[in-house]
């Protein structure tokens, strides 16, 4: 387990427990199921693939350019007695989001969990975004979704139920942020690409449930990752962070994987077109405790 020293001090200064939450043993409650993870080579869709393969589910980890970070994903899961395969592909350009769907079903023989989870940001301030930031974030973060989405809709349709492995015949979830409410100044192209994706995935849900296919988002508030590393890198980017966190700790990538593996689970089977705020109360107005 890594240690965290400038979280583990805010938390020290103010008598709150450690931030890293405790290793849950994990429960096969995905056993049988074969699960595409996008972006699975570093963050959030590194901890996702391995928490859904170590609860039972057979995993392609996608991955656009981090080869190498991908082999360690696959170690990872191999070392934990799971299974996975890496499948290349950007989730923007049709052709290769077509070809690694197509290559997870050869490997696993089906489908039954997309967690579309590929994102990146291009910050600028509004005035100064190019049409190519703007482009490249709406293309990665919402075309993305779409264009896996659908290919995960059509193969759940293909195959029909699988009810020796799970209630409904397929779950996506969609990895979103708290950004889909919370208005981000200097990431207008971020937030609307998220904006985009809750009505994307509500729409989408309200189509495809009478297939009983379940389609939800997870929206992550702050969580340490490559993708916002200076929000928690020093001590006063963290404490600033907190003051928008009501929990008091930044989240980490693990708190979004148990949150995915229960909603991919049958535990969840009712639960369709839903955003879970995965956020620490970031999307409780923190503003408000004292203020208003
Ligand atoms: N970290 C947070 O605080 C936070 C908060 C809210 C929401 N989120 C969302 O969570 C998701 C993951 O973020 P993260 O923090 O884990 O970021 P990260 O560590 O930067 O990882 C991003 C992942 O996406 C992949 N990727 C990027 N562009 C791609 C493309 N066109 N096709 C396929 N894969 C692509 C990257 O692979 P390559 O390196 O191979 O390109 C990498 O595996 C994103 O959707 C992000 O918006 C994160």
């Not at 007695?81 to 023989?109: H, L, N, P, W």
């Not at 409410?181 to 994307?200: E, F, T």
């Not at 890198?233 to 593996?261: F, N």
Request: contains cysteine; glycine residues 10%.
């Amino acid at each position: 387990m890594p240690s965290f020293p400038i979280a583990d001090d805010y938390a020290r200064a103010r008598g709150l427990p450690s931030d890293l939450p405790p290793e849950r043993p994990p429960a096969p409650i995905l056993k049988g199921q074969a699960a595409l993870v996008t972006g699975a080579s570093s963050g959030i869709g590194r901890a996702i693939a391995i928490g859904l393969a170590r609860a039972g589910a057979r995993v392609a980890v996608n991955y656009r350019k981090s080869a190498a970070e991908a082999d360690g994903v696959l170690a990872e899961i191999a070392a934990d007695g799971g299974e996975a395969i890496g499948v290349q592909g950007d989730v923007s350009v049709e052709d290769q989001v077509e070809a690694m769907f197509a290559r997870t079903v050869a490997a696993f023989g089906a489908l039954d969990i997309l967690v579309s989870n590929a994102g990146l940001q291009q910050d600028a301030a509004f005035d100064e975004m190019t049409l190519d930031q703007w482009r490249r974030v709406i293309d990665v973060n919402l075309t993305g979704q779409f264009l896996c989405a659908r290919a995960a809709v059509r193969q759940f349709k293909a195959q029909g139920l699988r009810p020796e492995v799970s209630t409904a015949r397929g779950k996506i979830i969609c990895i979103s942020s708290v950004h889909d409410v919370i208005p981000w100044a200097g990431h207008v192209n971020y937030a609307a690409s998220k904006g985009g994706v809750m009505l994307m995935m509500k729409s989408l849900a309200q189509e495809v449930a009478p297939l009983r296919i379940r389609v939800n988002s997870i929206c992550p508030g702050a969580i340490r990752t490559p993708i916002n590393t200076q929000a928690w890198s020093t001590p006063e980017a963290y404490g600033a962070l907190m003051d928008l966190v009501p929990y008091k700790r930044i989240g980490e990538p693990q708190d979004i994987a148990q949150a995915a593996v229960w909603l991919a689970s049958d535990y969840a089977d009712y639960i369709s077109g839903i955003n879970l705020y995965v956020d620490g109360g970031m999307t409780l107005y923190p503003g408000f405790e004292e203020g208003g």
